[in-house]
């Protein structure tokens, strides 16, 4: 049985965000893999923008340009992530970004990949990562 973090907790906590921004940012983080993948398909040439025409309404017509505008957003949301693990302990940063990004539960990530505290430290450190994660991305 799994325990899933509230998504509100006690607006005296210094960590507080609202319920809904909280579910805004929690699917914003689990676009993740997404970015990854679709930045190596940019990087290899294989991304549906380099297929585009030139003129085409959808784009702004140059499907160089329109590579290198989508690399430049998906490389922002990705350092956004990057800039609000660093807010973490350094010695959970890499569990508490696993989890987030990859929608995994303490006692999941503590199976898998034995870690290294209480169940307390870490959503401590998973609710810092995501009003540091708020406060980048206004």
């Given amino acids: ?20 921004r909280f579910y805004e940012l929690k699917h914003f983080c689990l676009q993740y893999p997404e970015w990854q993948e679709e930045l190596k398909l940019i990087s290899v040439g294989k991304h549906p923008l380099a297929d585009e025409k030139i003129g085409k309404s959808a784009g702004p017509g140059d499907p160089v340009l329109a590579c290198v505008l989508r690399r430049e957003v998906l490389s922002d949301h990705i350092d956004i992530l990057n800039q609000a693990a660093k807010g973490c302990r350094e010695e959970l940063r890499k569990y508490v970004f696993k989890g987030v990004t990859e ?13 290294p505290c209480c169940k307390e430290m870490y959503y401590e450190n998973f609710r810092r990562f995501f009003w540091a994660l708020s406060k980048l991305r206004k």
Avoid at 2 to 17: Q, V
Avoid at 103 to 115: D, K, M, N, R, V
């Fill in 103 to 115: 929608g995994i539960s303490y006692e999941h990530l503590a199976a898998q990949t034995g870690l």
């Fill in 1 to 20: 049985m799994s325990t899933d973090i509230r998504p509100e907790i006690s607006k005296h906590n210094s960590y507080w965000i609202s319920k809904h």
